[in-house]
T-cell receptor
Framework: DAKTTQPTSMDCAEGRAANLPCNHSTISGNEYVYWYRQIHSQGPQYIIHGLKNNETNEMASLIITEDRKSSTLILPHATLRDTAVYYCIVRWNTGNQFYFGTGTSLTVIP | GAGVSQSPSNKVTEKGKDVELRCDPISGHTALYWYRQSLGQGLEFLIYFQGNSAPDKSGLPSDRFSAERTGGSVSTLTIQRTQQEDSAVYLC????????????FGPGTRLTVL
């Protein structure tokens, strides 16, 4: 599975959009981009995934560049409960494993 | 509905002892994963079960680690002769047979080896 690079930490003001970047320059054509988050002392939680097209659900939007070498997770109106570590993962969608890196620690500031 | 449950939530043991960690997946979820998360680190894949297929054990760090899944449901992760470096949160996750996208995680077991 392709390696991903994320900033170690980010801050975002409450009510503003949080934009979390992820680089995956070695992604292959059949690999998907997944995002999970982990709130302190809890297990990770699925957010969203995509292959080529931008995706949106009730939690977030995923923007994937045309060359697929990077993506951005957007939380449109961040709340304090969005403070968590956000993991960007690239993998075959039928693969066994999810390789979680160290993620981005997002702190939403009141 | 009931999510993935793990027990115990916390386990403190002495170096050299064996420990067993339990995972109860969501009913109907035939795929089950174990991960380890050391302090300040990301999740490290340990083992994967899918139905009656042979498990993917490629992430187990040593032969002191083993896991079983009885009856396609409950899973037990066993660590023999525990070492201090085994101290971590051990997370279990399950998913449905057809949905490769979303894993549902349990709350984890925090293991401390003294």
């Amino acid at each position: 599975d392709a390696k991903t690079t994320q900033p170690t930490s980010m801050d975002c003001a409450e009510g503003r959009a949080a934009n979390l970047p992820c680089n995956h320059s070695t992604i292959s054509g059949n690999e998907y981009v997944y995002w999970y988050r982990q709130i302190h002392s809890q297990g990770p939680q699925y957010i969203i995934h995509g292959l080529k097209n931008n995706e949106t659900n009730e939690m977030a939007s995923l923007i994937i560049t045309e060359d697929r070498k990077s993506s951005t997770l957007i939380l449109p109106h961040a709340t304090l409960r969005d403070t968590a570590v956000y993991y960007c993962i690239v993998r075959w969608n039928t693969g066994n494993q999810f390789y979680f890196g160290t993620g981005t620690s997002l702190t939403v500031i009141p | 509905g009931a999510g993935v449950s793990q027990s115990p939530s916390n386990k403190v043991t002495e170096k050299g002892k064996d420990v067993e960690l339990r995972c109860d997946p969501i009913s109907g979820h035939t795929a089950l994963y174990w991960y380890r998360q050391s302090l300040g680190q990301g999740l490290e894949f340990l083992i994967y079960f899918q139905g009656n297929s042979a498990p993917d054990k490629s992430g187990l760090p040593s032969d002191r680690f083993s896991a079983e899944r009885t009856g396609g449901s409950v899973s037990t992760l066993t660590i023999q002769r525990t070492q201090q470096e085994d101290s971590a949160v051990y997370l279990c996750a399950s998913r449905t047979p057809s949905s490769y996208n979303e894993q549902f995680f349990g709350p984890g077991t925090r293991l401390t080896v003294l």
